[in-house]
């Protein structure tokens, strides 16, 4: 359902509390309207920020992720990093939503300055008060962390990267396509210090004298699955 489900193509579902809520910008509202419409089909969203900025006809990033910067710091909306169970690499984040028609914070009331009595604002000249959010400071060190925790393993994959490579230039001779996918399986569920570990060893069983390994790439396989075991117990 998820896979089959785009995005809504004739109408966004905004709900009117939201629509009026006066601390939300538009830009917010109209990207709300584009995840309540697909959590109310699928139940999640995984929508990227790039296909929602092309759906609502902007250039950049940007304005998606301060709208939902925005939208989580006033708790209509969730968002949650997703990882590969089998390997651990983040691969994307979801959004989804506890919030009701019904449960949007009151907004307070307080008189306007130089306000008439019969103000059209509100009665006896009120004016609709927001007090502040601190927590748009807390989602924005959110973000900070998650982009640096993204830079970080991004660091680490080319790092590792860099090791697998040196596997193929010790063993001299052109990988099987199946043992080198279990090798790079492999490499994603262990740390980078643990394949270095795997890669300084086949290289010395190579020029310690033990003779010629007739099967490299088995040979680097069984190192791997060894010490993914000692990984566990580490």
């Excluded at 601390?23 to 699928?42: A, C, H, P, Q, W």
């Excluded at 790039?50 to 304005?63: F, I, N, S, Y």
């Excluded at 001779?173 to 980078?192: A, H, V």
Aim: hydrophobic fraction near 30%; charge should be positive.
């Amino acid at each position: 359902m998820i896979d089959q489900f785009k995005g809504s193509r004739y109408f966004l579902n905004v709900p009117a509390e939201v629509a009026h809520d006066p601390r939300l910008k538009d830009k917010s509202k109209l990207v709300f309207g584009e995840i309540y419409s697909m959590l109310n089909v699928t139940g999640a969203f995984y929508m990227s920020n790039q296909k929602l900025a092309e759906r609502l006809g902007k250039k950049t990033t940007k304005p998606i992720k301060d709208a939902l910067n925005e939208l989580e710091s006033y708790g209509y909306i969730n968002r949650e990093k997703i990882y590969d169970p089998e390997n651990g690499a983040l691969i994307g984040r979801q959004i989804t939503s506890d919030w009701r028609p019904g449960i949007t914070p009151r907004v307070q009331m307080e008189p306007s300055l130089g306000s008439k009595q019969n103000h059209p604002l509100g009665p006896n000249g009120t004016t609709p008060r927001v007090e502040k959010e601190p927590l748009i400071d807390h989602i924005n060190r959110t973000d900070k962390y998650i982009e640096e925790e993204e830079e970080e393993i991004n660091k680490e994959n080319s790092l590792k990267k860099k090791l697998l490579e040196e596997i193929k230039r010790f063993a001299k001779i052109i990988p099987p396509e199946n043992e080198w996918y279990t090798i790079r399986t492999l490499s994603n569920r262990m740390s980078y210090e643990s394949l270095r570990r795997v890669v300084l060893n086949f290289n010395g069983a190579i020029h310690d004298g033990r003779g010629t390994i007739a099967k490299p790439y088995r040979y680097v396989i069984q190192m791997m699955r060894d010490e993914l075991e000692n990984q566990k117990l580490r």
